[in-house]
């Protein structure tokens, strides 16, 4: 049995009046997603357990079957061991994004999603204010600083204070003093940079500030082959998701010309996805446009985010499926709500539909919130989700 986990990020939403009511997932032209659950059954799935933040890391993890609880230490090592950044006793990774701060608002926790280019040069001018300059680039606007403290400082999401004072959110706690001090000493060399005065010459957000959040030291996990007894492969373009599946032994394949933005390379982790299905039993495909037009609160992004994902991934994924000869399952879902209305993450169960080979349909008709509530696998904690598609 070929195994598919299609995993849109944050595409569940709640109601919205620009949407006569409806949510972006009930707005979207979604045939694919549509059938998935006409044929499938469906149900809601609690991904954020009780006590987590309801980020993509716990979400995440939660869908892979990892309980938060005993396994989650945090977002920024998970993204570590994505970009090969090995954590040894005492160390402690750190988001670092870059943002916008202007008068003292977080503009943008994104800094206008600079381009991992430009990103790779303000590191490189950062390098010398770091500790041990352990501080590497990622993709656009998601850096990683390695320090052997602030554990337990207590550190905020840029993405959850949008249009708030900053002032308001700076680290606290033990260790606060020393990510206080590295950000504002970031920002006149950032603020001097040219790279910034080119973004601005150009209408763009500068990013003229960093922010540390999301810290910990690295996780210690099962692989998924030995809690499911089969290999598997990570498609993504986040380096959060390949960290994930770095820890869980996957193997993680890397797609030209995948952004995490809406102009992705879906054709391309498409054909990535079915080609590791001939050498291994389990994808977990994400993709991040969704999530991020929920953050920007852009209604039409998101929709338009969600049909992209329909036509161009889980159209094809389900077709090359069925060609397979092979039997198969696929479960559906997003790792979170990303509401329009809060542009950040929500705790609310999310929808999921699991169809394949041998599953009785529920009844449904659609693939959404609401019809989700009406689903043959009522409400479950997403820890047993992988479980419930093997069986
Ligand atoms: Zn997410």
Known sequence: MKLVVLLGDGMADLPLAQLQGKTPLQAAKKPNMDLLAKQGRSGLAQTVPEGFPPGSDVANLSVMGYSPGQHYSGRAPLEAAAMGVVLVEGDIAFRCNFVTIVNGIMQDYSAGHITTE??????????????????????????????????????????????????????????????????????????????????????????????????????????????????????????????????????????????????????GKVEAALQALKSCDFVYLHVEAPDEAGHEGNTELKVRAIELFDERVVGPVVEGLKKSGEDWRVLLLPDHATPISIKTHSRDPVPFTIAGSGVSPDGLESFDETAAKRGGHGLVEATKLIGIMMR
């Open 118 to 267: 430009e990103g790779r040069e303000l590191i490189e001018a950062l390098q010398p204010l770091m500790p041990e300059r352990r501080l590497y680039a990622g993709v656009s606007y998601r850096n990683l600083l390695v320090l052997q403290a602030g554990a337990k400082a207590i550190c905020t999401p840029p993405h959850d204070i949008s249009d708030q004072p900053v002032a308001s959110y700076q680290p606290r706690g033990p260790d606060s003093e020393l990510l206080i001090r590295l950000m504002q000493a970031a920002q006149p060399i950032l603020a001097g940079h040219t790279v910034n005065a080119r973004r601005i010459a150009a209408g763009k957000l500068p990013a003229n500030a960093i922010w540390l959040w999301g810290q910990g030291p690295a996780p210690t996990m099962p692989s998924f082959a030995e809690k499911y007894g089969r290999k598997g492969a990570m498609i993504s373009a986040v380096d959060l998701l390949k960290g994930i599946g770095r820890y869980a032994g996957l193997e993680v394949i890397d797609v030209a010309g995948a952004t995490g933005n809406i102009d992705t390379n879906y054709k």
